[in-house]
């Protein structure tokens, strides 16, 4: 059994052009159609007519916060946003990226998406385990209820029965296939550095060949960048070309850091950043 997904795209379609015929907002972040049914892609609709454009299926699975520090600030956005994505535009909120007054949640309560380039089921395995958006303006169906819940954290059962040299193997192995063509970066709502620190010649910090030890210092460096801001969406595991695992390094980071903080990335817009936020009862464990 999954979503209903046409009645989801209706009700976006709606949504979007009153938005728009309104001027409530100047854009709408959706999805529109690719080159087949599997594929559609990042929609941008900036005229009530552009929304008959609009798509909504199984596969819109790319995280559209990424999208959103790319206007300047103060446009006036409404963004459609299942519940990772939901997550990560709190998170760039609370990093003061952008304004809650100008962005507008269309809430998109989901399950049964599908992997593009597998057409599995995508699970709590590669993502957050949630359905609902954590925060909405609008919301685009049924709050989905019934459904199995499953800790995003299960995954993690088999790396964490390893020892720390099987660890470094593991991930040795997997970074170096890496080809460095930073599809991760790409698909990542959170990573917005301009430039990023792999891409500066002044101090240079890292080669940008696709060699074991460069591979090695720009994903390491990558994750600790998002320690307690991943929101754990899974679009930089689906985006990888050779298909690395980066999922588990995220959630095994995130996992730690909830333990420590009692926070986990973007589900409140009352939080701040757990790695900018000093707490007198914070846990001392990162230091030992």
Request: hydrophobic share 35%; net charge neutral; charged share 30%.
């Amino acid at each position: 059994m999954t979503s209903s997904f046409k009645s989801i795209e209706e009700n976006l379609k709606a949504e979007a052009g009153k938005l728009l015929e309104s001027g409530r907002v100047e854009i709408v972040l959706a999805y529109g159609r690719g080159y087949d049914e599997n594929h559609p892609m990042p929609f941008v609709a900036k005229h009530p007519s552009d929304v008959a454009n609009m798509v909504f299926n199984e596969y819109c699975i790319h995280n559209l916060a990424r999208y959103l520090v790319r206007y300047p600030r103060g446009t006036k956005i409404a963004v459609a946003v299942k519940a990772a994505d939901c997550r990560a535009v709190i998170q760039l909120i609370q990093e003061e990226k952008i304004k809650r007054d100008d962005v507008v949640f269309l809430g998109i309560p989901v399950y049964g998406m599908k992997n593009p380039k597998t057409g599995e089921i995508i699970d709590s395995k590669t993502t957050c385990g949630m359905y609902n958006p954590v925060l909405y303006d609008v919301l685009l169906g049924e709050e989905v209820h019934g459904q199995k819940i499953v800790s995003p954290y299960d995954v993690l059962a088999d790396y964490e029965a390893m020892d720390k040299e099987a660890r470094w193997a593991f991930w040795k192995k997997e970074f170096d296939r890496c080809i460095r063509c930073y599809a991760c970066r790409k698909a990542c709502p959170m990573c917005y550095c301009d430039p990023c620190f792999i891409d500066q010649s002044k101090p240079r910090w890292g080669d940008k060949s696709p060699q074991s030890h460069g591979n090695l210092m720009y994903h390491l460096t990558r994750f600790h960048h998002l320690a307690g801001r991943c929101i754990d969406c899974g679009e930089c595991s689906r985006a990888c070309p050779v298909d690395i695992p980066l999922y588990l390094f995220h959630k095994k980071v995130a996992k730690e850091c909830e333990e420590m903080f009692g926070q986990a990335a973007g589900m409140s817009i009352d939080d701040k950043p757990a790695l900018v936020n000093f707490r007198v009862d914070d846990s001392d464990k990162i230091l030992e």
